[in-house]
């Protein structure tokens, strides 16, 4: 016999009711804010009650174009427990993609806010946007704007009771929705369904997992629009534990305030994030005491970022995850039979991707189709499928057959497993270096790069040669105390790469930049260099 359906709504439940008094903290442009669950749960009753009365029904989409904040998490419990389905918008998306998104998505009603409504104004075409039927603006007075019809989110739930009677809902029923960044042409909607949710945030809250646990304070920096936070709104609540919310465009400064104010001691986020709140901190001091672990994710995490860290008392944890997979599918946590590696050795295996989470299975395939071997050194291209792992992508049947082998999903990275179980990205599939026949790992070099005193930031990217059909150049930005020219530089990188890697992995040309090329998601974007610099010989004449 099954069980009942498995879905969101215990989760608010127990937190209300085992821990009433546990704290929601917000940084908001009115500024910090302060709940505790029962008000929480009152609150997300009342959201429940006024979205129902504008006619959310089965299967409607409500979407948020929102920054980590109380309200945004006041909307991932009520928009998908009253049957309909929370869809996060990313803000940072170009007009285009926004317009695609809500009109493909056919949102019914929009929340936003404040400091998000002129990008909003300026991506609103009144055909794409012609479901959406109610703007919400989050704050608690009505700022001047051109949507309509619309309100402020506090007048929205103000009129409505807090007791509310939550359907009982089938655990396939639809209840998020993400769209991929598009980088590679339209964004693609990816749902999640009740039961993929409950899964996800089952295993999330292992230790095999995240960890979360009551006694933790979460501040997830990872945007709320991006994959729901890597689930954390979801897992903090079912462990009862703290929420810390950084609020719209946090700097290292309001981060670091955060952590030393509400005692933050998990938090979670991509590695440039973290390299400036490193940097903060070396330049202003910090107290960073409450601080256990974090969570990096988005791109691969330099050890000498997991090491700077180490010094601090802080662990870094790496993760990694798609938007496909809801989006948590490996930890780099340190098994126990390895407990007795050297620092160096255990650092080496905290930088890879990780190890698979309970409830997953992944397959690694070689161009022939077959299984490589777990040595370390063999690579091919990943494939999962587990219970919160997508099989097919919205209204895309196109994608679908490129993208997907029966339940199994095709990551699109190219990776290697040692003989451990670590999963490594050596690189995605369209970013791979092939030189002279051989595969240069573009993520490796820049992780090596950016180890280097002198290197704020680094990529690398594959350009194309007459003989050896690509070669890698390392675009860089210095330090502010950085005094060597390009040249000077270029000499110093080819000696530092070469003592880890071949000659020839050392780039052939080394560029300063001002900034990394960021995606909307604060990874960095290797195609804006690449049609940069299409037209500049690189290379020279070599």
Known sequence: ????????????????????????????????????????????????????????????????????????????????????????????????????????????VLLVDQSLLEPLEAAYDE???????????????????????????????DEYDSEYDWPELDEDTPAGMCYTSGTTGKPKGVEYTQKMLWSHTMASLTPQGLGIEETDVIMPVVPMFHVNAWGLPFSTTAAGAKHVYPGPSPDPADLVSLIEDEGVTMTAGVPTVWLGVLEYVENHGAD??????????????????????????????????????????????????????????????????????????????????????????DFGELWIRGPWVTDSYFKRPDANEADFEGSWLKTGDVVTVDEDGYIQIVDRAKDVIKSG????????????????????????????????????????????????????????????????????WTPDAVVHIDEVPKTATGKFDKKVLREEYADEDLLGDD
């Open 288 to 377: 960073l005491s409450s601080l256990e672990r974090i969570i990096i994710g988005g791109s691969a995490a330099p050890e000498s970022l997991i090491k700077k860290y180490d010094d601090l008392g802080v662990e870094v944890v790496h993760a990694w995850g798609m938007t496909e997979m809801s989006p948590l599918g490996t930890v780099a946590h340190l098994k126990a039979d390895l407990e007795d590696l050297s620092p160096e050795e255990q650092y080496a295996k905290q930088a890879k991707q990780g190890l698979i989470v309970p409830g997953l299975e992944f397959r690694v395939v070689d161009d022939d189709g077959e299984e490589v071997p777990w040595n370390g050194d």
């Open 1 to 108: 016999m099954g069980g009942y359906d498995q879905t969101l709504r215990p989760f608010l439940w127990r937190a209300e009711r085992l821990h009433p008094g546990q704290e929601v903290v917000s940084r908001t442009h009115e500024g910090i804010v302060r709940n505790t669950y029962a008000e929480f749960g009152d609150r997300t009753r009342q959201l429940a009650n006024a979205l129902e009365d504008v006619g959310v029904g089965d299967g409607d989409r409500v979407a948020t174009f929102c920054w980590n904040h109380h309200r945004h998490a006041e909307v991932y419990f009520a928009a998908p427990n009253i049957g309909g389905q929370l869809h996060t918008i990313n803000p940072l998306l170009p007009a285009e993609h926004v317009q695609y998104i809500v009109e493909n998505a056919q949102d019914k």
């Open 437 to 504: 026949g051989e595969w240069i790992s573009s993520v490796e070099l820049e992780n090596k790069l950016m180890a280097h005193d002198a290197v704020s930031e680094a990529t690398v990217v594959g350009v194309p040669h007459e003989k050896w059909q690509e070669r890698p150049v390392a675009f860089v930005v210095p330090t502010d105390d950085a005094e060597m020219d390009e040249a000077e530089f270029h000499e110093e990188i080819e000696s530092f790469v070469a003592e880890d890697y071949p000659n020839w």
């Open 127 to 157: 055909e794409a946007f012609a479901s959406v039927e109610q703007f919400v603006v989050m704050s608690s007075s009505l700022p001047e704007t051109s949507l309509e019809p619309v309100t402020d989110y506090e007048s929205f739930i």
